[in-house]
Antibody, heavy 121, light 107 residues
Framework: QVTLKESGPGMVKPTQTLTLTCTFS??????????VTWIRQPPGKALEWLAR???????FYSPSLKTRLTVSKDSSKNQVVLTMTNVAPQDTATYYC?????????????WGQGTLVTVSP | DIQMTQSPSSLSASVGDRVTITCQAS??????LNWYQQKPGKAPKLLIY???SLETGVPPKFRGSGSGTFFTFIISSLQPEDTATYYC?????????FGQGTRLEIK
């Protein structure tokens, strides 16, 4: 049974660094073709693809956020971490992590419940 | 980035109806197109992958088709539980962009 769960601070102040953790079970990022993606959704708005990390530590970032994002993994702990620097109010969103279908590079078959991050002074 | 444009942005239909949502890509994405359902307060759920393949456990009332730049998504025999926002997503070229969503209301 595949599960993912995001955790984070809930609220951060502008200019601070946001750190989010995705803890998963039911699969391993040591396994070939396993990948985890981060997506966010501002309140009332559409989904935005942020970053992906693969079993072989290949990483890809959305070009619009590339300078501010870092994704890493701890395969022994079954965790993926996303950090975002210099946050601003427009980064307020629900942040999701999701597993990529093993036979795909981008179809997201299992999602976490999401964690709401509010950026406010 | 590849732009994904969904139509309509919202629609209202009755129980038992069939509805069609379209998704247009700003460039050719072959068949690398997914459809998700998102109910209020919940995470999205994958319904259709690679334009027309039904995800495991998803009822066949959901159907996708298309390739290249134009895709359609059909829901048949609408039920109240189909109330949701539906998103298309291309996974041909990174970043794997989403459409703006189509909000479906069941009258």
């Amino acid at each position: 049974q595949v599960t993912l769960k995001e955790s984070g601070p809930g609220m951060v102040k502008p200019t601070q660094t946001l750190t989010l953790t995705c803890t998963f079970s039911g699969f391993s990022l040591k396994t070939t073709r396993m990948r985890v993606t981060w997506i966010r959704q501002p309140p009332g708005k559409a989904l935005e693809w942020l970053a992906r990390i693969d079993w072989d530590n290949y990483k890809f970032y959305s070009p619009s956020l590339k300078t501010r994002l870092t994704v890493s993994k701890d395969s022994s702990k079954n965790q993926v971490v996303l950090t975002m620097t210099n946050v601003a109010p427009q980064d307020t969103a629900t942040y999701y992590c999701a597993r990529v279908r093993p036979d795909s590079t981008g179809s997201l078959d299992y999602w976490g419940q999401g964690t709401l991050v509010t950026v406010s002074p | 980035d590849i732009q994904m444009t969904q139509s309509p942005s919202s629609l209202s239909a009755s129980v038992g109806d069939r509805v069609t949502i379209t998704c247009q890509a700003s460039q050719d994405v072959r068949n690398y197109l997914n459809w998700y359902q998102q109910k209020p307060g919940k995470a999205p759920k994958l319904l259709i992958y690679d334009a027309s393949s039904l995800e495991t456990g998803v009822p066949p009332k959901f159907r996708g088709s298309g390739s290249g730049t134009f895709f359609t998504f059909i829901i048949s025999s609408l039920q109240p539980e189909d109330t949701a926002t539906y998103y298309c997503q291309q996974h041909f070229d990174m970043p794997y962009t989403f459409g703006q969503g189509t909000r479906l209301e069941i009258k």
